[in-house]
């Protein structure tokens, strides 16, 4: 098993540009989320999905769309990036709808200019 | 909404000493605290994790401790050794929201 894929790892953009953010499991995880991780701020919930269809806003949801469409993916899209969203991006999912270990992805480094 | 705090922001032990780390969460109804450990260039990685229905939790070097009516929360780490050196970060959860909440990560050191 591949476990949590992220493409693509690196990505430069400018402002006003959009782009989409991929995130797919081979696990069968109900469960998947996006987190963006700032120096000194940890892990914050962009958004979350329980399940193919359904999806909800975390903490930080603005500037960003999702969609569920699989089980196995779950996009994040940038429809106008803004110079705020440069950070690191990570794709999780777990078993079950929450409170179960996260499985990670190895994050997509993305630079707003 | 809920908030975890996590303390220290960074932590440098000596090679075989002990290195603990502290989190405390605001909501009552958290029931799931996760501990994560992330290596550069990668993704947090689950090192062990307890519910709140146990006091603690160890795994080999490892131990979780829950204090519920203090509402925190404590990774320790025994024997530690160069390959513990990494970022390591607390969450809390609770059953039906679906949402993990972070603390700030704590960048450990262990001098050899």
């Known amino acids: 098993n591949a476990g949590v894929t992220q493409t693509p790892k690196f990505q430069v953009l400018k402002t006003g540009q959009s782009m989409t953010l991929q995130c797919a499991q081979d696990?069968?995880?109900?469960?998947m989320s996006w987190y963006r991780q700032d120096p000194g701020m940890g892990l914050r919930l962009i958004h979350y999905s329980v399940g193919a269809g359904i999806t909800d806003q975390g903490e930080v949801p603005n500037g960003y769309n999702v969609s569920r469409s699989t089980t196995e993916d779950f996009p994040l899209r940038l429809l106008s990036a803004a110079p705020s969203q440069t950070s690191v991006y990570f794709c999780a999912s777990s078993p079950d709808r929450g409170n179960q270990p996260q499985h990670f992805g190895d994050g997509t480094r993305l630079s707003i200019l | 909404g809920e908030n975890v705090e996590q303390h220290p922001s960074t932590l440098s032990v000596q090679e075989g000493d002990s290195a603990v780390i502290k989190c405390t969460y605001s909501d009552s109804a958290s029931n799931y605290f996760p501990w994560y450990k992330q290596e550069l260039g990668k993704g947090p990685q689950l090192i062990i994790d307890i519910r709140s229905n146990v006091g603690e939790k160890k795994d080999q070097r490892i131990a979780v401790t829950l204090n519920k009516t203090a509402k925190h929360f404590s990774l320790h780490i025994t024997e530690t050794q160069p390959e513990d050196s990494a970022v390591y970060f607390c969450a809390a959860s609770s059953s039906g929201t679906y949402k993990y909440i972070f603390g700030t990560g704590t960048r450990l050191k262990v001098l050899a």
């Open positions: 696990m069968n995880h109900e469960y």
